[in-house]
């Protein structure tokens, strides 16, 4: 694999350089540094989704007829690189990342005409309709159910972890439309507008002490059967391909590394003590650093797939369950390098909104909130015992 890069390429990165110069803000920048989880506020995620858009960047990962930009593999590597490392905020991956190649591969022309552009814009901001109480990892056990009156499915349930609801005006769903011998059967993916009367959102507050999940509740909640993508019955099949592209389609690796390279510099301060100079420290940043590198690799290999058509696949579980385990050790790894100060930690809440002095300079403010939020890392997505089942079962054949 040549890693290399030609002259229009460096071009391209030079040009990717500018662009982010340009529209990064200060406050972006900063509420990003801030930011524990892996999604950013709204308010400071869709400002950058709309500068993108407004290059023609919105979805780097879409076929250039419904508004990708034509990258080439290495095109999309040095974008999603280059904006790792100055910190750019997380779009709304629900929707340009999930939601998105589902009404591409499977919505009517209506649904690609109506929502895609939406999407592009940042004028829809979307939530996943997947977990409920005890349909989680055995999610084809999902009991929140859709009944067909007329031109409308009527439907009732209860939708959980559903992250960022209280912000999204749109959901996409799995709802059972019917019941066959087996659980996946009559599974339909209908996309809901969050404004339906019958939608009650209760917030969860995590252990982090952040409002990022919610429970949904639907009563007698009328969906328009037009909403529904693709054929009744068949949204098991839908929903599968939006996890491949949920768990395989990101650079993960570029975040990872810039991640790793802000403890070490922190492990190499006086503010921790030259932590760095614990042999188990030092250690650890190296295993780590050697763990990303592999990741890269793999997301090379997957991201060539990608450009020419084809869905991740199983390889998918690969990354997610890599990703997960890596993101787990590098926040293990944050706070370990601060040490007794992780006791003053902040509750975790959007602090660049602080409006008191914090105990702990900014740079170790958000090791600790990301600590706790990362816990989920290996759970949302499906669970890593789950990922390795696939593997398992697609890859080894076992």
């Known amino acids: ?66 508004g990708g930009p034509d990258w080439t593999p290495a095109q999309r590597w040095i974008f999603e690189s280059e904006c790792a490392r100055a910190g750019v905020p997380n779009v709304n991956v629900m929707g340009v990342k999930m939601v998105g190649p589902v ?27 997947y977990s409920e109480p005890g349909s989680g990892s055995d999610l084809s056990s999902l009991k929140t159910r859709a009944v067909r009156d007329g031109d409308d499915y009527i439907v009732n349930g209860t939708k959980i972890w559903t992250t960022h609801a209280h912000h999204a005006n749109r959901m996409f769903a799995l709802v059972r439309t019917s019941d066959g011998p087996r659980q996946q059967d ?20 995590t252990i982090g002490g952040d409002h990022e999940v919610n429970q949904v509740f639907f009563d007698d909640v009328r969906v328009p059967v037009a909403n529904r993508v693709g054929d009744e ?23 990872l590394r810039e991640g790793l390279r802000a403890i070490t510099e922190l492990a190499e301060s006086d503010l921790t003590g030259r932590a760095i100079d614990s042999p188990d420290i030092a250690t650890r940043i190296s295993e780590v650093e050697i763990d ?22 199983a390889v998918s579980s690969i990354l997610k369950l890599r990703n997960s385990e890596i993101r787990q050790a590098v926040t293990r790894l944050g706070v370990d390098v601060i040490g007794h100060d992780a006791l003053a930690v902040e509750p975790m809440r959007p602090l660049y909104k602080l409006n008191h002095e914090p ?40």
Request: aromatic letters at 10%.
């Open 1 to 66: 694999m040549d890693l290399s890069f030609n002259t229009e390429e460096r071009a391209f990165q030079s040009e990717v350089r500018s662009f982010i110069a340009k529209n990064l803000t200060g406050e972006m920048k900063r509420a990003t540094a801030l930011t524990p989880s892996v999604f950013s506020d709204p308010d400071i995620g869709m400002a950058w989704q709309r500068a993108l858009h407004g290059r023609g960047w919105g979805a780097p990962g879409w076929p250039v007829e419904y």
């Open 103 to 129: 009404i591409i591969g499977f919505g009517s022309p209506e649904q690609k005409n109506f929502y895609l552009p939406r999407i592009l814009s940042g004028e829809d901001y979307w939530c996943q309709g």
């Open 186 to 205: 009559g599974i339909s993916f209908i996309l809901i507008d969050m404004k339906t009367p019958g939608i009650t959102t209760r917030p969860i507050l």
């Open 233 to 255: 019955g068949k949204g098991w099949t839908y929903g599968k391909y939006l996890l491949e592209f949920e768990r395989g389609s990101g650079i993960a690796s570029a975040k």
């Open 292 to 313: 990303i590198d592999a990741l890269e690799m793999t997301e090379l290999r997957v991201l060539s797939a990608l450009q020419t058509g084809q869905n991740p696949g």
């Open 359 to 398: 105990a702990l300079p900014e740079e170790m403010l958000t090791l600790v909130p990301e600590y706790l939020n990362g816990r989920a890392y290996t759970i949302f997505g499906g669970t890593s015992e789950i990922q390795r089942d696939i593997i398992a079962k697609m890859m080894l054949g076992i």
